[in-house]
């Protein structure tokens, strides 16, 4: 049976316990020999803080405790799960996909379960595939999950990278619903840009060959950045009939303090509508937007019946949207 909407009914999240401040950093980095400073980073990108894994602890950890944090706001069971789809580009393994080791730890079987790969676009990608398998009737009840141990890719080298992102996790229940939950979602990729964001190293005959180590040109992803996220909300609200005026609150992906504002900016939206975390999380690639979500919704701030505007941008180059109705 076909449903017209989904809607999110539970939200999770989980961050790691060790929280690392930028102090803790530049003191670190100073051991080898690399200078930073709380100053230039809070100056350059708002981040104050991020939480980063244990050794031993991996994406579907987090991923499981954001899920049941998810399943509990929702009042549901692991077992009502139908779907699971992980958004992560820091994966427990080369396969399985960490949305199949997920399934397991959450004590079900059965259902599709799978991972989606769009880096810091990934949650608003698996939302959008999501909402459509249950509006096609494939699934009535997905966990969407977004999960990152991007600890794991740093280059503790590269000051200009290594000061930026997080660990953490976040996940939603998606039911079906007679009543419009997603409204309308736009996504993008522009595989040209492969250079500007990403990790080149890739496994060969038991060795990894490459750089398994996240390389980034800061400028020429905030260029883009700032232009796709415009034109990705813009291009939302135009297929929902819907214009800036009726976005209650903006959650982009976490990554730059200066973007986000920005894009409310080009948008006309008051900086009080902008969802931020990225001063507590820094940037936790596919888990920034969950994450910023289930924070924004547990403190009160973002409430049921609300419209939201979630926008996601990353390696790839991959960009997109989803408007909602809480
Ligand atoms: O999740 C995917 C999306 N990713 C993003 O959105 C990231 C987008 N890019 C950015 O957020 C910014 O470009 C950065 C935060 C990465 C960098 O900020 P910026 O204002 O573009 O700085 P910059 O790269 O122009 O560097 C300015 C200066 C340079 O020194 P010189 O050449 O002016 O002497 C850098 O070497 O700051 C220096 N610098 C640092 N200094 C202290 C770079 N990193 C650091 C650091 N501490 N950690």
């Known amino acids: ?11 999770g999240s989980y961050l790691p316990p060790r929280r690392v401040t930028n102090d803790d950093l530049a003191k670190e980095l100073a051991t080898r020999g690399i200078e930073t400073s709380d100053q230039w980073i809070v100056e350059r990108t708002g981040i104050h803080a991020r939480h980063f894994a244990a050794p031993e602890v991996t994406s579907s950890d987090l991923g499981y405790e954001a899920a049941r944090h998810a399943l509990e706001s929702a009042g549901r069971k692991a077992s009502d799960v139908d779907l699971i789809i992980v958004a992560t580009s820091t994966p427990d393994m080369v396969f399985p996909s960490s949305a199949a080791i997920l399934q397991h730890k959450l004590g079900i079987a059965g259902c599709p379960a799978f991972d ?3 880096v810091c676009s990934g949650f608003v990608y698996a ?12 699934a009535r009840c997905a966990l969407v999950v977004g999960a990152e141990v991007f600890s794991r890719i740093l280059d503790f080298n590269d000051r200009t990278t290594c000061v930026l992102f997080g660990d953490g996790a976040g996940a939603v229940v998606l039911e079906a619903s007679q009543e419009p939950g997603i409204l309308a979602s736009d996504l993008h990729a522009d595989g040209k840009h492969v250079g500007i964001l990403c990790v080149p190293g890739h496994v060969s005959g038991g060795n990894v060959l490459g750089t398994p180590l996240l390389h980034m040109d800061g400028q020429a992803v905030f260029k883009l950045a700032v232009r796709v996220l415009e034109e990705a909300a813009r291009a939302t609200l135009a297929k929902a009939g819907k214009t800036e005026a009726d976005i209650d609150w903006l959650i982009p992906h976490q990554a730059n303090i200066r973007i986000m504002e920005g894009t409310a900016k080009k948008l006309k939206l008051p900086r009080e509508k902008l969802i931020v975390t990225v001063n507590e999380h820094g940037n936790t690639s596919a888990a920034s937007i969950p994450l910023a979500l289930d924070e924004a919704v547990r403190s009160g701030k973002v409430k049921k019946g609300e419209t ?12 997109g949207a989803v408007l909602l109705n809480l």
């Open 116 to 118: 989606v790969q769009a």
């Open 308 to 319: 939201l505007m979630l926008e996601g941008v990353g390696g790839g180059f991959t960009w």
């Open 1 to 11: 049976m076909t449903t017209p909407y989904s809607r999110i009914t539970g939200t």
């Open 127 to 138: 939302l959008t595939v999501a909402d459509a398998m249950i509006r096609t009737g494939s």
